[in-house]
């Protein structure tokens, strides 16, 4: 089969032919169609993620299965699917208790600690695929149903997370990257006021397309004043940070109301201080968000089949452009999501 491999970090994909895979028992091989591409993926492939090479990258699938292996039941030639991105083990007490990625046998990730959806085939245990229901129409639009298990079902569960209520205000650092502007999509599905904190001007106009109220220009460091001043003094109610340095992360607390949390996401988190004294009197909370689970990326499915929401996908791209998409994902030219088109 064709496949983009990557032989160490910060080089370029290589097309190659490798053999095609074959299913082991409670393993299934599904013929990719579409798989997205994001920052996750190219944070592996700049280094800044330390995984093994070689490797095939790539999670945000649209396939179909070819195979099972002995032992599967839960899948069978024809299905259709995507790709749960946590190798949990499906059987711990957190599978079982609906906290998948906080699985206590986590294998990593797909794409990142096996081989993903950069080629024809891909080979994963039967459980990590996920079946998409018949409403959603993955033949017509293969890229928009692949980026919905990150894209949208992270947004999804910062919603649930937070606990986040209509008419609340939430403010959104990073808004204009491909999470962000979805989590601005999802804020507004939920009649929030959404405020877009965003440095890039290029995005501004795209952040009050898709949703944002009002626009905060981060670049001259007066976030917290310019959030409280468009909040009356009050503070936001919720602050999901998609960028996670010291400093977005402190201008998220410090720009919090009374009841006010702040959403942590990325894996670029870094240490910052809490004014401890304020949260106490604030009873302010800091939540950290970690991927979905297989329930929320169900209940997403079931919103983008009924079209109240709907994933943004700008660029696609056959496989064999893996390297020119990338470089836009990594100098921040996508708006949205960008996926390869491999079948």
């Given at each position: 089969?064709?496949?983009?491999?990557?032989?160490?970090p910060?080089?370029?994909?290589?097309?190659?032919?490798?053999p095609d895979?074959?299913?082991?028992?409670g393993?299934?091989?599904?013929?990719?169609?579409?798989?997205?591409?994001?920052?996750t993926?190219?944070?592996?492939?700049a280094?800044?993620?330390?995984?093994?090479?070689?490797?095939?990258?790539?999670?945000?699938?649209?396939?179909?299965?070819?195979?099972?292996?002995?032992?599967?039941?839960?899948?069978?030639?024809?299905?259709?699917?995507?790709s749960y991105?946590?190798?949990?083990?499906?059987?711990?007490?957190?599978?079982?208790?609906?906290?998948?990625?906080?699985?206590?046998?986590?294998?990593?990730n797909v794409?990142?600690?096996?081989?993903?959806?950069?080629?024809?085939?891909?080979?994963?245990?039967a459980?990590i695929?996920?079946?998409?229901?018949?409403?959603?129409?993955?033949?017509?639009?293969?890229?928009?149903?692949?980026?919905?298990?990150?894209?949208?079902a992270?947004?999804?569960?910062?919603?649930?997370?937070?606990?986040?209520?209509?008419?609340?205000?939430?403010?959104?650092?990073?808004?204009?990257?491909?999470?962000?502007?979805?989590?601005?999509?999802?804020?507004?599905?939920?009649?929030?006021?959404?405020?877009?904190?965003?440095?890039?001007?290029?995005k501004?106009?795209?952040?009050?397309k898709?949703?944002a109220?009002?626009?905060?220009?981060?670049?001259?460091?007066?976030?917290?004043?310019?959030l409280?001043?468009?909040?009356?003094?009050?503070?936001?109610?919720v602050a999901?940070?998609?960028?996670?340095?010291?400093?977005?992360?402190?201008?998220?607390?410090?720009?919090?109301?009374?009841?006010?949390?702040?959403?942590?996401?990325?894996?670029?988190?870094?240490?910052?201080t809490?004014?401890?004294?304020?949260?106490?009197t604030n009873?302010?909370?800091?939540?950290?968000?970690?991927?979905?689970?297989?329930?929320?990326?169900?209940?997403?499915f079931?919103?983008?089949?009924?079209?109240?929401?709907?994933?943004?996908?700008?660029?696609?791209?056959?496989?064999?452009?893996?390297?020119?998409?990338?470089?836009?994902?990594e100098?921040?030219?996508?708006?949205?999501?960008?996926?390869?088109?491999?079948?």
């Open positions: 089969m064709k496949a983009m491999l990557l032989r160490g910060n080089t370029p994909f290589e097309l190659v032919k490798v895979p074959t299913p082991g028992p393993e299934a091989i599904a013929r990719v169609i579409t798989c997205g591409s994001g920052l993926i190219q944070h592996a492939k280094g800044r993620r330390k995984i093994e090479f070689p490797r095939i990258i790539g999670h945000e699938i649209t396939a179909e299965i070819v195979a099972v292996g002995a032992g599967v039941t839960s899948l069978k030639v024809g299905d259709a699917v995507t991105f946590y190798l949990n083990c499906g059987h711990c007490r957190q599978c079982y208790s609906n906290l998948e990625p906080l699985c206590d046998h986590s294998g990593g794409g990142l600690e096996c081989d993903g959806g950069y080629a024809e085939y891909i080979k994963l245990p459980h695929f996920i079946k998409y229901p018949e409403t959603l129409d993955y033949k017509g639009h293969p890229a928009e149903m692949g980026v919905i298990t990150d894209a949208l992270t947004p999804y569960k910062v919603l649930r997370r937070a606990q986040i209520k209509p008419g609340e205000t939430v403010a959104v650092f990073g808004a204009g990257g491909g999470i962000g502007i979805h989590q601005v999509m999802m804020a507004k599905w939920a009649n929030e006021r959404v405020i877009a904190v965003e440095t890039a001007p290029k501004f106009e795209t952040c009050r898709y949703g109220d009002e626009v905060v220009d981060a670049r001259d460091g007066h976030v917290v004043e310019a409280r001043d468009l909040t009356k003094g009050e503070g936001v109610d999901v940070d998609y960028v996670c340095t010291a400093a977005t992360l402190e201008a998220g607390i410090q720009a919090l109301g009374r009841s006010g949390r702040l959403v942590i996401l990325g894996g670029a988190a870094k240490p910052f809490v004014p401890a004294r304020d949260m106490l009873e302010q909370s800091i939540l950290g968000s970690r991927y979905v689970t297989r329930r929320e990326i169900l209940d997403v079931d919103l983008v089949s009924r079209r109240e929401i709907w994933p943004l996908v700008t660029d696609i791209r056959p496989l064999e452009q893996a390297e020119a998409l990338h470089d836009c994902v100098k921040g030219r996508v708006i949205g999501r960008a996926a390869l088109r491999i079948a």
